[in-house]
């Protein structure tokens, strides 16, 4: 039983990497700088990490490339490359404890989730392109008979990663599997909040037998290292995590540079709609809490606006809030907390600025709406506001925490055209047992992904994942994903 002493002590015991991991060895940035790395629980600085920028991101870099060319990985029999992966994902679930409590410690999430979600999941998806590494099949053309045309699809070569620092681990496997499974090097940055999962990780991944200089990690800031990552001439591709403000960014350095290819997945605003016709409202309810309140809101695919049919609000808004009862802010450490901390102190005021705006601009709040009473650290109870229009700041901008606003719709016009008024498209649901309804409704929200009568039921690797619109574009999961850390290259041969 792993209880609220079991964790403790196992934090007490961490040994922590705190160097970026080059050419497959842990190495100070050549600056020789660091950074204090903030346990959000309990404001506790967990320890330095080597603050890496441009001069680590050029040395990296060149590794990157020379392994690639030199063929030790992106050359390797497709099923080798394969199997070493599936051993990194056996060595992800070896190590599941002491990659859950990194998790936690840094960024602030509950040990439990950790362990449920973010770390099988990232087994999952490590075992998954593992196992689509040779299963991949390219095409000959139906060219006219004197020629053969063959359409092969290459690896890029050096792909820079750099993910945010809400599921930290798992957006990264996110990018890793496909990016290794196709025989690329990386470079990847974690966000500055979040380095110590994936240092972690790099090293596990030298012990499942991907070679010294496939896999390097810089811990930096965005700035710097991640700036420099986007304007490197040698960088073919930046597959990115995070804001949508970040992610234009990287379009800029790409242009800037080498044209590199960039895919973004980026920010959300993602519209929860419970119709009339919703087939359970007990079930809706406990999900629209979930959607929001899991990870303390800092998910992009969180369902932040919750769109209701004005016929059934006020008997929703009772269930809504006594599901939400069973979302309680606690020590990260015990199994029995739901929400952690939020991942630092200037998110966490960013979040209460969002609140402060909402009663400015006369939404009315029904739940929470503070700081949680009685810790160091920085907790935000569960909040919700009712009487949302679609013209006020919560009902627009994306806040990144346990933060709901609830909006009432006349029929389902209106509420796709509520739910459509956005720059994001990331996610959606609509709970209605009238298959006709739903499936229109389906059709005419712009999101990358629709659940219906659910919200995000499982971490299934078979599906794509990301957004329309300002949510950003290019696909993680999924064998699409493959697509874009590979290019197309005909070979015409006339016979
Ligand atoms: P962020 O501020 O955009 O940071 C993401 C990454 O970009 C971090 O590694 C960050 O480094 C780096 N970065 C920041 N400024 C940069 C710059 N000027 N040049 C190059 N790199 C830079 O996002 P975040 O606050 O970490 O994460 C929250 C955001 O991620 C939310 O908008 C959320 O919706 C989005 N997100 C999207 C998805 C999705 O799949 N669509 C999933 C999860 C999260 P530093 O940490 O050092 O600043
Ligand atoms: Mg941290």
Request: aromatic share 8%; proline share 5%.
């Amino acid at each position: 039983m792993r209880t609220y002493d079991y964790w403790t002590k196992k934090a007490a015991g961490l040994s922590i990497r705190n160097q970026a991991f080059v050419n497959g060895r842990f190495v100070n940035s050549q600056s020789g700088k660091t950074f204090d790395n903030i346990n959000p629980a309990t404001a506790q600085n967990i320890g330095p990490v080597t603050e890496c920028d441009k001069d680590d991101v050029d040395v990296a870099v060149k590794v990157a490339r020379t392994v690639f060319e030199e063929g030790s990985w992106s050359h390797m029999h497709p099923a080798e490359r394969g199997r070493r992966l599936m051993r990194l994902g056996e060595l992800i679930l070896q190590h599941q404890e002491e990659l859950a409590l990194l998790e936690s410690l840094d960024m602030g999430k509950p040990v439990s989730d950790a362990m449920a979600i973010d770390i099988p999941g990232c087994a999952r998806c490590i075992h998954w392109y593992g196992e689509a590494a040779d299963k991949l099949m390219d095409e000959i053309a139906p060219t006219d008979p004197g020629a053969l045309a063959m359409v092969t699809r290459e690896a890029l070569g050096v792909i820079g990663i750099v993910v945010p620092w809400n599921f930290p681990l798992l957006m990264a496997c996110w990018k890793i599997g496909p990016a290794l499974a196709a025989g690329n090097s990386i470079v990847l940055k974690p966000a500055e909040q979040s380095p110590l999962s994936i240092l972690r990780l790099a090293e596990l991944a030298s012990e499942a037998g991907i070679p010294d200089g496939v896999f390097n990690v810089l811990p930096g800031f965005g700035e710097t290292a991640g700036q420099a990552l986007g304007l490197h001439m040698d960088v073919d591709m930046i597959a990115f995590t995070g804001s949508t403000q970040v992610g234009k960014f990287f379009m800029q350095y790409s242009g800037q540079s080498n044209l590199k290819r960039v895919s973004l997945e980026c920010g959300g605003k993602s519209p929860h709609i419970i119709t009339k016709n919703c087939p359970d409202l007990d079930k809706a309810a406990a999900a629209a809490a979930s959607a929001i309140f899991f990870n303390q809101g800092e998910v992009c695919t969180a369902g932040s606006r919750l769109l209701v049919d004005r016929s059934i609000k006020d008997e929703f808004m009772e269930k809504l809030k006594a599901a939400s009862a069973s979302h309680k802010v606690g020590d990260p450490l015990d199994p029995d907390t739901s929400m952690g901390a939020l991942v630092e102190e200037g998110h966490m005021n960013r979040v209460l600025g969002f609140i402060d705006k909402a009663n400015a601009e006369g939404a009315k709040l029904e739940l929470g709406g503070c700081r949680s009473a009685g810790r160091d650290g920085y907790f935000v109870d569960p909040t919700i506001f009712d009487g949302v229009t679609p013209d006020m700041t919560i009902a627009r901008e994306e806040i990144f925490g346990p933060v709901l606003s609830v909006l009432t719709f006349e029929d389902e016009e209106d509420a796709v055209k509520i739910a459509n008024d956005s720059i994001y498209g990331l996610a959606a649901a609509v709970w209605s047992q009238d298959i006709s309804q739903a499936h229109r409704m389906a059709r005419a929200i712009r999101a990358g992904t629709v659940w219906v009568n659910c919200w995000d039921p499982t971490g299934d690797m078979t599906i794509p994942f990301g957004g329309f619109k300002q949510s950003g574009f290019g696909r993680d999961k999924s064998l699409h994903a493959l697509e874009k850390y590979t290019d197309l290259k005909t070979t015409w041969v006339q016979l």
